[in-house]
């Protein structure tokens, strides 16, 4: 095993990730789709509804790689897993999932990210989760910088989207489970924003396989399925980005994306007070349907989740609390993650009492770069060396957000966004650190 001073190091070094996103897979992930719905018809089963239009991602962004490391990667996976309500052990079965994999990754020829020895090696099941987290990592981190490259001067904004779609249609229940399109919803959804101006929704549906660059179009045709789901206004508006992660490419670990054109815009008047993020959040109703384009009189309509014009402000505040909710749990969960929540969000998950072996708490302060973060830790033993694994949020910011001051973090947050770029920005910390646009960070040490 390595000594925990070199897993430390190999975290924080750069590696290309490759990108494959090309005519030639949108074609691929076509003919897959038309195999699954052959085969629905002949089992006597609907064809699913598929995301029209699926390509290539701009040229900007063909054939490419990115470059990023491995705890980049972890830290997008732990912002993306801390609300899945994982039961009384969340503080670390949610809040620390993602550094089960801080000996998973590696570099090959030099050049490119990799599975390690120790990631090549689960056992049985496991090698599944591996796949799927793993994906949803690498999935964001590849999303984030496609939308940084189109949108250079918005910050983007990750959301389940589980818990921004449960505050207004029902996802849970014996009635709902038997509807077989409830399950066909987007893993996330990305708010592309800037103070002053509509926020843009995208969806995002991500995989991860061990398998075959086969098993990658068949993932793909699975997701065009999810992201279908969710419209913001008309049908068909909405942009999408679709990924499959292969972690035994040919060279490294590929992903496999595509994307769907749209606007996505949640155009509401600026002094609408419906639209108000500090102001709480209740769960609505709204019918699960989509409306397709009118054939004739009649306006057909289908299952899913659509956003229409009188529901943009009510939806803006759900994305935007949920965002705070995940903020905020990744800082240590509690109450301060509670206000953000409805009931059926999960609001009673947060709240009252935590047990102090397996709960979290914002009791922790670091300061790194010149920033004082405030959050949680984690202290655990790597390879039989105790090392400490830090979370949280910039001060300024963490307070207008334990404050219920969600509009006033946002303008404070789009002002810094590019303060965490710098190099400068993680001096002070003897270990990897990561820091986002929204000014969250997870770093890692001896101790």
């Not at 290539?56 to 980049?72: C, H, Q, Y």
Request: hydrophobic fraction near 40%; charge should be neutral; include cysteine.
């Amino acid at each position: 095993m390595k000594e925990a001073v070199e897993v430390l190091k190999d975290l924080a070094k750069s590696w290309n990730v490759q990108v494959n996103s090309t005519s030639a897979l949108a074609a691929a992930v076509a003919s897959a789709s038309a195999r699954d719905d052959a085969q629905r018809r002949e089992d006597k089963r609907d064809p699913l509804r598929r995301k029209p239009g699926l390509g290539r991602l701009p040229a900007v962004m063909r054939d490419m790689s990115i470059k990023i490391t491995p705890w980049e990667v972890l830290h997008a996976l732990g912002r993306a897993s801390v609300l899945s309500r994982q039961g009384a052990g969340r503080g670390l079965a949610e809040h620390w999932s993602c550094l089960k994999y801080c000996q998973a990754l590696d570099g090959a020829s030099g050049h490119y990210m990799a599975l390690s020895r120790e990631g090549l090696n689960p056992r049985r099941h496991y090698k599944t989760v591996q796949s799927g987290e793993l994906g949803i990592g690498f999935a964001l981190a590849l999303a984030e910088h496609i939308i940084r490259e189109r949108y250079p001067d918005h910050t983007v904004s990750l959301i389940d989207a589980d818990i921004a779609l449960q505050a207004g249609w029902a996802l849970t229940g014996k009635d709902v489970k038997r509807r077989d399109w409830i399950r066909l919803r987007p893993d996330y959804l990305l708010e592309v924003w800037k103070p002053g101006e509509p926020s843009k929704v995208i969806p995002l549906a991500c995989r991860g396989t061990h398998g075959k660059t086969q098993y990658v179009h068949t993932q793909l045709a699975s997701a065009s399925a999810q992201v279908e789901a969710v419209h913001v206004g008309p049908w068909n508006t909405t942009p999408s980005l679709v990924m499959s992660t292969e972690l035994l490419g040919q060279g490294g670990i590929i992903v496999h994306a595509l994307h769907a054109e749209g606007d996505g815009s949640l155009s509401v008047a600026p002094d609408d007070p419906a639209a108000d993020a500090n102001q709480a959040l209740d769960d609505l109703n709204i019918y699960p349907e989509v409306r397709l384009p009118a054939e004739g009189e009649e306006e057909p309509r289908v299952s899913g989740f659509q956003v229409q014009p009188e529901h943009f402000a009510w939806f803006r505040r759900a994305i935007i609390r949920a965002g705070a909710a995940g903020l905020m749990a990744f800082t240590g969960g509690g109450d301060p993650t509670a206000q953000y929540l409805t009931k059926r969000q999960g609001r009673e998950h947060f709240e009252g009492f935590t047990h102090p072996g397996t709960g979290i708490v914002q009791d922790v302060a670091h300061r790194i770069g010149g920033t004082k973060f405030i959050g949680t830790d984690h202290v655990f033993r790597l390879n039989g060396t105790r090392v400490e694994a830090f979370s949280g949020v910039a001060e300024s910011l963490f307070l207008h957000l334990y404050n219920g001051k969600v509009e006033r973090y946002r303008r404070a947050a789009h002002a810094l966004r590019s303060q965490w770029l710098s190099t400068e920005a993680t001096q002070g910390w003897d270990g990897p650190v990561s820091l986002r646009e929204d000014g969250s960070v997870m770093a890692m040490r001896l101790l």
